[in-house]
């Protein structure tokens, strides 16, 4: 079944008044040289910190392009966490690359930078080139860390910031802290246009090759049916671009919106004892796309997930169950054509992952964006739910 967000994404006028505006306009593709993709790229690219942006169809391919721009070569083997969705593997594995799993932190449900170091030191060979820490839930990664150890060991650092928009770390955005950082713009973010995304560098020389991978591998000064690498159509329509526009000029309320809910949420569920609220560090600042949380081990027996969120939507509230099985328990992993060593995969022991798989559901955020009085009562509910549960 589809998490299908429930009252999301919502229209407003504004958006619609670009979106129109777009269509009678009659340029509906990205061209440079002005357009709302390109105004969208700039403004983006600078609340979040960044020198570039470039707006494509969507996060997957954007992570595609990012890593075919830092020339990585096939059979090199990059990092991801095995706790997150599985575009940010594929994205590599549709290019020749292998994944390396490792597990996370269950604290922040982000990678684990002791798991991280172990793993670049077992690499004795250096096959490894690159490091892809997740923003899960919009909850920043420990990327200060994190770089220093892909530094140490020759690795590139892109942020899968899907999730990210407008999360911040050690007073910084995210998006802007590795060599790429990759931000997605499907149906459920906070910033939707039902599909795309934005990748951000500070880097001129990796800009001007994404530049080149996403126009089919043109060169950004040569001629139209001239082309220096391999690239693809990676662009961003001018329709994605008008209805965004208006929603990062609203992201600050958003954000602020969210912040004082989620204020709520933890405060009504601080003492709900089967509940675990995960705690992140005071540098970092959740744009709080969705809350996590986790059923404590020692209720498992009596108490699902599954259940607590069918529960919960027969009262009419949404939440979503989460991620039920580790990447490197994915099957398509097993499929021959990508001769990847999936016994090597299931064999491994990633136990928080496992843990977050069996235990960890999430708060969405269009909850969050409603009055107060209902995202209380969404607390005391969930409390309620909880018990009933357990009687």
């Not at 020749?96 to 004795?124: H, Q």
């Not at 590795?178 to 997605?184: C, L, Q, R, T, Y």
């Not at 500070?202 to 090759?209: A, G, I, T, W």
């Not at 220096?228 to 329709?239: A, Q, Y």
Request: with cysteine; net charge neutral; charged share 25%.
């Amino acid at each position: 079944m589809v998490p299908t967000m429930r009252k999301w994404p919502r229209p407003d006028p504004v958006g619609e008044s670009f979106l129109v505006a777009s269509y009678r306009s009659g340029r509906w593709g990205r061209f440079d040289g002005g357009g709302l993709v390109e105004r969208f790229e700039k403004e983006f690219a600078r609340f979040h910190g960044a020198e570039y942006g470039l707006g494509v169809a969507n996060a997957t391919l954007g992570l595609l392009m990012a890593y075919m721009a830092l020339d990585l070569e096939y059979g090199d083997w990059f990092v991801v966490p095995a706790y997150t969705f599985i575009a940010t593997a594929t994205a590599g594995v549709v290019i020749g690359l292998r994944p390396v799993f490792v597990d996370i932190d269950f604290e922040t449900l982000t990678i684990d930078t002791s798991a991280l170091a172990e793993t670049l030191e077992r690499d004795k060979d250096q096959r490894i080139k690159l490091v892809v820490p997740v923003h899960f839930a919009g909850n920043p990664a420990e990327m200060d860390q994190i770089n220093i150890l892909a530094k140490k060991h020759g690795a590139f650092v892109v942020e899968d910031a899907a999730q990210a928009q407008g999360s911040v770390y050690r007073g910084k955005r995210v998006g802007a802290l590795g060599d790429v950082g990759v931000f997605s713009f499907q149906s459920s973010k906070l910033m939707t246009a039902g599909e795309g995304g934005v990748a951000l560098t500070n880097s001129r020389e990796v800009y001007e090759k994404m530049w080149s991978i996403m126009h089919a591998g043109r060169d950004p000064t040569g001629k139209w049916y001239e082309h220096i690498r391999v690239g693809l159509n990676l662009r961003m329509l001018e329709f994605q671009a008008a209805v965004l526009l208006p929603q990062l000029w609203g992201l600050e309320d958003m954000l602020r919106r969210l912040r004082e809910s989620a204020k709520i949420i933890y405060e009504e569920l601080e003492k709900t004892d089967p509940i675990h609220l995960h705690r992140y560090p005071s540098h970092i600042v959740s744009n709080y796309y969705f809350i996590p949380l986790s059923i404590e081990d020692k209720y498992l027996e009596k108490l699902s997930k599954e259940k607590i969120v069918s529960k919960m939507r027969d009262k009419g509230f949404w939440i979503v169950e989460g991620y039920q099985k580790p990447l490197n328990k994915q099957p398509a992993f097993a499929e021959k054509k990508w001769r990847l060593p999936y016994e090597e995969y299931v064999r491994q022991s990633l136990p928080n992952t496992e843990k977050a798989c069996r235990a960890t559901m999430w708060i969405p955020h269009p909850e969050m964006l409603e009055p107060e009085e209902y995202v209380a009562k969404y607390a005391r509910t969930l409390k309620e739910t909880v018990r009933e549960l357990l009687s």
